[in-house]
């Protein structure tokens, strides 16, 4: 039998995993939020978060108590995952649809910036009559006889 120390130790280790399991989920829902996948792609999705899931709940099992699933395991999970909803949630869902959002502008600028930087040198290319239309035209009436015909 193991030590009521050990059993206590065990405990709040898969507490943590009750909190880890909260924060998988929430997370998978901000992404499902922002990808709003259709029915084939909400079924892989749905599998990839659990193949994600579950190597970390036999991790937090096997730190805990080597892979012994418990009664007081399971109450454990499910006080952890509980408690993260009641008091964490929203938190952080609202801390990750921001930091989603600060990435994307962050992105948005970025390729602004390249776009700019590469567009740049052919817009004042333009704009001084360097352009590759204005080189065609005046390529045009350099070659040209200079005759006019009369109707």
């Given at each position: 039998?193991?030590?009521?120390?050990?059993?206590?130790?065990?405990?709040?280790?898969?507490l943590?995993?009750?909190?880890s399991v909260g924060?998988?989920?929430?997370?998978y829902?901000?992404?499902?939020?922002?990808l709003?996948?259709g029915?084939?792609?909400?079924?892989?999705?749905?599998?990839?978060?659990?193949?994600?899931?579950?190597?970390v709940?036999?991790?937090?099992?096997?730190l805990?108590n080597?892979?012994?699933?418990r009664g007081?395991?399971?109450i454990a999970?499910?006080?952890?995952?509980a408690?993260?909803?009641?008091?964490?949630?929203r938190?952080v869902?609202a801390?990750?649809?921001?930091?989603?959002d600060?990435?994307g502008?962050l992105?948005?600028?970025?390729?602004?910036?390249?776009?700019?930087?590469?567009?740049l040198?052919l817009?004042?290319?333009?704009e001084?009559g360097?352009?590759?239309?204005?080189i065609r035209?005046?390529?045009?009436f350099?070659f040209?006889?200079?005759?006019?015909?009369?109707?």
């Amino acid at each position: 039998m193991e030590s009521l120390s050990a059993q206590l130790y065990a405990f709040g280790i898969i507490l943590l995993a009750g909190l880890s399991v909260g924060f998988l989920v929430d997370f998978y829902r901000v992404l499902r939020g922002i990808l709003r996948p259709g029915l084939v792609s909400t079924a892989i999705l749905d599998l990839m978060f659990w193949a994600l899931l579950t190597p970390v709940l036999v991790i937090y099992l096997l730190l805990a108590n080597w892979g012994q699933l418990r009664g007081y395991v399971v109450i454990a999970i499910i006080l952890g995952f509980a408690f993260y909803r009641l008091t964490m949630s929203r938190a952080v869902v609202a801390l990750l649809v921001w930091l989603i959002d600060l990435v994307g502008k962050l992105l948005t600028f970025i390729a602004s910036l390249a776009w700019s930087i590469v567009t740049l040198p052919l817009v004042v290319g333009q704009e001084l009559g360097l352009g590759i239309r204005s080189i065609r035209l005046r390529r045009r009436f350099i070659f040209s006889p200079g005759l006019r015909w009369r109707k």
